[in-house]
Nanobody, 124 residues
Framework: QVQLVESGGGLVQAGGSLRLSCAASGRSFSSYYMGWFRQAPGKEREFVAR????????YYADSVTGRFTISRDRTKNMLYLEMDSLKSEDTAVYFC?????????????????WGQGTQVTVSS
């Protein structure tokens, strides 16, 4: 079992920054690929970023490339998403997710465990 708890969301002005955190439980966290997704009101959940189990590779959606950075601290069982140059279109609930069985891509189906989400609101 893996439990994921996001934090760090809030209200920020366009052009500002936020850092999201995801605390994970479970002894095998360090061996899982992890990802961030987001869901805006009235829209489907979409992929944001993914990081490999050893943090050697990261993969981003085109819409956030160059502005967002995914990272992890395996010793603390923590996942992060640094978000810079925020835009109003980044407003969404952000979810962290763990992939325990496959090397995941951008497909939600690749991920087995999900957090409850944290709200990010960017005012223009």
């Amino acid at each position: 079992q893996v439990q994921l708890v996001e934090s760090g969301g809030g209200l920020v002005q366009a052009g500002g920054s936020l850092r999201l955190s995801c605390a994970a439980s479970g002894r095998s966290f360090s061996s899982y690929y992890m990802g961030w997704f987001r869901q805006a009101p009235g829209k489907e959940r979409e992929f944001v970023a993914r990081i490999s189990w050893n943090a050697q590779t990261a993969y981003y959606a085109d819409s956030v490339t160059g502005r967002f950075t995914i990272s992890r601290d395996r010793t603390k069982n923590m996942l992060y998403l640094e978000m810079d140059s925020l835009k109003s279109e980044d407003t969404a609930v952000y979810f962290c997710a763990a992939a325990t069985a496959v090397v995941p891509g951008a497909d939600m189906a690749d991920y087995d465990y999900w957090g409850q989400g944290t709200q990010v609101t960017v005012s223009s």
